[in-house]
């Protein structure tokens, strides 16, 4: 008898097939996703339908087809799975990936696929010229076509699809993506190589792009391998680049303190943002998602319980934390609440000012001057542009991150609260990657006993007393 459990927007279909020689019980699934529009009455009569035809399937031995070729398998994937269950970002990195993917393997039998058909394609995206990027410069006059007068750059984005820290982008000369010069282009009513040049980049693929493709590919086929198409998956055994060992960027003490000294000279919008984001180690999504219910400026607690992103053609959306254990709370300093305090007064009087123009609708605690939320990209082009002309050292936005943690381990906080404080689900992981600023803190730390010495070594401290006096 076949059951129903609801799951997201659609209902996931169960069929037992009794036990394996080992006592397992044995399931097939399917997932069926009502059309838009339909009525609950519509819904029940088809639910049925489907739970009957797929028990057929299921006791006839008709339900997993060997023979399904991978492009079938991963339309299937991203309609059942991947856009039931995944986050927006996910499903946007899956559906590009798979473009490609779907290029060199879209047209082999699941069954048929093997690990050395994966390890040529791998092999293939570090070729030189298979890149294929085209990035588009503006030519002289932008700017004037889009207009300047105040609140026109919001508009036009909004009208192109993209985001307005793009606009700035393309307005500044900097290079963007084909497809954003596209929609400029396209919003005004002009062909693209008028107004934009565009040049295409043939360099092999980074090792972490090739890993995105293959975590995007391994994802695909390990579900495969749980709705029963395949026994194991060939991407587990596939040969994956190295992408050698990064230490994470941060500043040390001396160049944090510099940071927040040429932040006071700021506009107090970009100052509270950053200088908040080097007190609380927040990731950037977590930043510009952090509402003022999320924050207790008494306990000096703020809890993350949403972020803040951006997709071409979605815009500012917001989604739940990375992981369990990033949905957490923080214990702050009092510096940290005292700059949110200032912050607000700022924000107060803004609100004020834009009256009914005021556009915050869920008490976001940084946006921009009109209460909207904040572009991401927006908060890194600003950082790096400030990081330039400060003379500090070459960070990003994630740096702050980097450098919240590097205090704490250079203070001697334990590596679980630290950890914790980074939301980072297990510790394993903060070690990982902190593991250079571990050993030089565990080094300091050793030079702790250095002081007993001359009771323990009374020769050595002697031999260096008379090589000192020249002797």
């Given at each position: ?9 659609g ?23 009502p059309?838009p ?8 009569k ?6 009957v ?21 991963s ?34 039998k ?76 396209a ?23 090739v ?29 994956k ?19 927040l ?7 107090i ?10 007190l ?7 930043l510009?998602?952090?509402?003022w219910e ?8 703020i ?6 992103n951006?997709?071409p ?49 869920d ?14 990209d ?58 250079h ?27 260096k007393q ?6």
């Open positions: 008898m076949a059951t129903v459990q609801k799951q997201g927007r209902y996931k279909i169960t069929v037992s097939q009794g036990y394996d020689y080992r006592g397992k019980r044995l399931r097939q699934h399917m997932t069926w996703v059309e529009g339909m009525s609950e009455r519509q819904i029940a088809e639910l049925e339908r489907q739970k035809l797929f028990e057929q399937r299921v006791l006839g031995g008709t339900s997993v087809n060997a023979n399904i070729r991978f492009k079938d398998f339309d299937k994937f991203m309609a059942e799975y991947a856009k039931l269950y995944l986050k927006p970002k996910t499903i946007q990195t899956y559906t590009e990936n798979l473009r490609r993917i779907n290029l060199a393997l879209g047209h082999i699941l069954s048929e696929l093997r690990t050395g058909h994966i390890n040529a394609f791998y092999q293939n995206l570090q070729e030189t010229g298979i890149r294929n990027r085209v990035t588009a410069t503006a030519k002289a006059g932008l700017q004037e076509r889009i207009g300047t007068q105040r609140g026109r750059a919001s508009e036009f984005a909004k009208l192109a699809g993209i985001s307005r820290a793009t606009i700035q982008q393309a307005v500044e000369g900097n290079p963007i993506s084909q497809a954003s010069a596209e929609a400029i282009a919003a005004l009513g002009v062909k693209a190589k008028r107004i934009f040049d565009f040049t295409t980049h043939g360099e092999p693929l980074a090792p972490a792009s890993l995105s493709y293959h975590r995007t590919l391994s994802s695909v086929l390990a579900r495969a391998v749980k709705w029963g198409y395949l026994q194991v998956n060939p991407a587990d055994a596939a040969e680049p190295a992408l050698g060992r990064r230490e994470a960027a941060y500043l040390e003490e001396d160049d944090a303190r510099r940071l000294e040429l932040l006071q000279t700021e506009p919008r970009w100052r509270a943002l950053i200088t908040f984001d080097l609380s180690g927040l990731r950037r999504g977590e510009l998602g952090l509402r999320d924050v207790d400026l008494e306990a000096h607690t809890t993350i319980r949403q972020t803040s951006y997709l053609g979605q815009g500012v959306y917001t989604s739940t934390p990375k992981t369990a254990g990033s949905a957490r709370p923080l214990l702050l300093s009092t510096a940290a609440m005292m700059i949110l305090l200032e912050y607000r007064s700022w924000q107060d009087t803004q609100r004020e000012s834009a009256g009914d123009a005021w556009e915050d609708k008490g976001r605690v940084f946006t921009n001057e009109l209460g909207a939320p904040v572009f991401p927006s908060v890194s082009q600003w950082f790096s542009a400030f990081v330039s002309r400060s003379g500090l050292p070459k960070v990003t936005v994630h740096s702050l991150r980097h450098t919240y943690a590097s205090l704490m381990i250079a203070d001697g906080v334990p590596l679980v609260v630290v950890s914790r404080q980074l939301g980072h689900t297990q510790t394993s992981t903060t070690a990982n990657i902190y593991s600023m571990i050993a030089s803190a565990q080094a300091k730390a050793m030079q702790t006993f250095d002081r007993f010495n001359d009771v323990l070594a009374p020769e050595q401290k002697r031999e008379k090589k000192a006096a020249g002797g």
